[in-house]
């Protein structure tokens, strides 16, 4: 008789004694040896599931990761064009999208409730105000310069080249105090992150959230740069107070360049052949298409941050 045999005939009240003693005992041992092994299988399958879940990044938290390196390049280009900083524009507005989804994510949405993970959201979404006051005084000082181009065209088109000198200056003086601002807010201080876990979820959302602030500040800087630091200054004591005015970083603007150095030749009546001055009529329509695309581009910038910091002022009022 087989094993199972001998042992159905056992537990179904056959008489053991017509069962040899040994083999009754190897098949009790062989029995609770195949239950012994399934609880451990079952026991493996249920450890193996509990831990199939790393601590993977989501998804959009990659995507996130990804559009804050494309923004960082194009910040710390030594050589951003308008089309580029116009771009990046664009690139803000991929990640900003992105945030908005993690915040709302349940398991995010629940964390962001408890207290100490409150205060630094609520922390960041009243820095975010600061750029939301830094885009508003850079569409000012966009108007101003479109202003100044269009007086500088106004003024190539009536022959008053020496009044063209005054006004390059006025656009470089326009944009100081901006570029002051941005680098205060640059420079201010946030409060550590210690309280939350690292690499926790909400600890990512908090990251992002300063780090998407910081690449937006970043760059309405580079705004800036294209707007006065490609000068470079003419080789006269005249023009000393422009190279004082700018960072070391150079935004390549070779229109502008060519304006400047036409601007501070007519101050002196030289060079004032009518090629010449057409092509710097060229270059200043050039230069006030790029500052309207630039002004799109902020004024875009302006509602997609107020439509990022809706989701977390809904999550921390519900």
Same mark, same amino acid.
């Given at each position: 008789?087989?094993?199972c045999?001998?042992?159905?005939?056992?537990?179904?009240?056959?008489?053991?004694?017509?069962?040899?003693?040994?083999?009754?005992? $190897?098949?009790?041992?062989?029995?609770? &040896?195949?239950?012994?092994?399934?609880?451990?299988?079952?026991?493996?399958?249920?450890? %193996?599931?509990?831990?199939?879940?790393?601590?993977?990044?989501?998804?959009?938290?990659?995507k996130?990761?990804?559009?804050?390196?494309?923004?960082?390049?194009?910040?710390?280009?030594?050589?951003?064009?308008?089309?580029?900083?116009?771009?990046?524009?664009?690139?803000? !507005?991929?990640?900003?999208?992105?945030?908005?989804? %993690?915040?709302?994510?349940?398991?995010?949405r629940? /964390?962001?409730?408890? &207290?100490?993970?409150k205060?630094?959201?609520?922390?960041?979404?009243?820095?975010?105000?600061?750029?939301?006051?830094?885009?508003?005084?850079?569409?000012?000082?966009?108007?101003?310069?479109?202003?100044?181009?269009?007086?500088?065209?106004?003024?190539?088109?009536?022959?008053?080249?020496?009044?063209?000198?005054?006004?390059?200056?006025?656009?470089?003086?326009?944009?100081?105090?901006?570029?002051?601002?941005?680098?205060?807010m640059?420079?201010?201080?946030? /409060?550590?992150?210690?309280?939350?876990?690292?690499?926790?979820?909400?600890?990512?959302?908090?990251?992002l959230?300063?780090?998407? !602030?910081?690449? &937006?500040?970043?760059?309405?800087?580079?705004?800036?740069?294209?707007?006065?630091?490609?000068?470079?200054r003419?080789?006269?004591?005249?023009?000393?107070?422009?190279?004082?005015? $700018?960072?070391?970083?150079?935004?390549?603007?070779?229109?502008?360049?060519?304006?400047?150095?036409?601007? $501070?030749?007519?101050?002196?009546?030289?060079?004032?052949?009518?090629?010449?001055?057409?092509?710097?009529?060229?270059?200043?329509?050039?230069l006030?298409?790029?500052?309207?695309?630039?002004?799109?581009?902020?004024?875009?910038?302006?509602?997609?941050?107020?439509? &990022?910091?809706?989701?977390?002022?809904?999550?921390?009022?519900?």
């Open positions: 008789m087989k094993l045999q001998k042992f159905q005939a056992l537990i179904s009240g056959v008489s053991c004694e017509s069962i040899p003693s040994q083999h009754l005992h $190897f098949t009790l041992f062989s029995y609770l &040896t195949r239950k012994r092994i399934q609880a451990l299988r079952m026991q493996m399958a249920c450890h %193996l599931r509990s831990v199939s879940l790393p601590t993977r990044p989501h998804s959009l938290v990659l996130v990761d990804k559009e804050l390196q494309k923004l960082r390049d194009c910040v710390a280009s030594p050589s951003s064009t308008a089309e580029m900083i116009c771009n990046a524009f664009e690139g803000i !507005r991929n990640l900003n999208e992105c945030i908005e989804e %993690l915040v709302c994510l349940p398991s995010n629940n /964390g962001l409730l408890h &207290t100490q993970q205060k630094l959201v609520e922390e960041e979404l009243e820095r975010s105000v600061e750029v939301l006051d830094l885009c508003g005084k850079m569409r000012d000082t966009l108007a101003t310069r479109k202003v100044h181009i269009q007086d500088l065209l106004s003024a190539l088109r009536r022959g008053r080249y020496a009044a063209m000198a005054s006004k390059v200056q006025s656009c470089i003086r326009s944009v100081k105090t901006g570029d002051k601002d941005i680098k205060k640059m420079t201010s201080k946030h /409060g550590p992150l210690s309280s939350i876990k690292e690499n926790s979820d909400l600890f990512i959302v908090v990251r959230l300063r780090e998407s !602030r910081e690449i &937006t500040a970043s760059l309405l800087q580079s705004v800036l740069s294209f707007l006065c630091n490609q000068i470079v003419p080789k006269s004591s005249n023009w000393s107070f422009v190279s004082k005015a $700018f960072n070391k970083k150079k935004v390549a603007c070779e229109e502008w360049q060519e304006v400047a150095n036409f601007a $501070f030749a007519s101050y002196s009546c030289k060079d004032m052949d009518n090629e010449r001055v057409s092509r710097i009529r060229k270059q200043l329509q050039t006030e298409a790029n500052i309207e695309g630039l002004e799109n581009g902020v004024d875009f910038l302006f509602r997609r941050l107020i439509q &990022t910091r809706v989701a977390p002022l809904n999550v921390l009022s519900s």
